[in-house]
């Protein structure tokens, strides 16, 4: 299974997310973050390369467009998990 996590997506909100996306990881196959493509560069730092979390950058100028075609065609398939925090 994999979970797709959305938070609130400002650059100190992905920062306390660290936390709760290493403690899902462990559920899952692979835990994809999205977050701002402004900050992608910075939040794909706070986790090491071989880990199972994969951020995913989306426009940050059109955000919850850009988020909704993202997710609407994971919402009816049974081996992901949405979180939206």
Do not use: R, T
């Not at 996306?21 to 939040?43: G, S």
């Not at 730092?45 to 071989?50: A, I, N, Q, V």
């Amino acid at each position: 299974m994999h979970a797709f996590v959305v938070s609130h997506n400002g650059i100190g909100d992905n920062l306390f997310m660290i936390g709760g996306l290493n403690y899902i990881k462990q559920f899952y196959k692979n835990v994809y973050f999205l977050c701002k493509d402004k900050y992608y560069n910075n939040v794909k730092l706070f986790f090491p390369k071989d880990s199972n979390i994969v951020c995913i950058p989306f426009d940050s100028n059109n955000e919850s467009i850009s988020i909704f075609n993202f997710l609407k065609d994971k919402y009816n398939n049974n081996d992901i998990d949405i979180f939206v925090c």
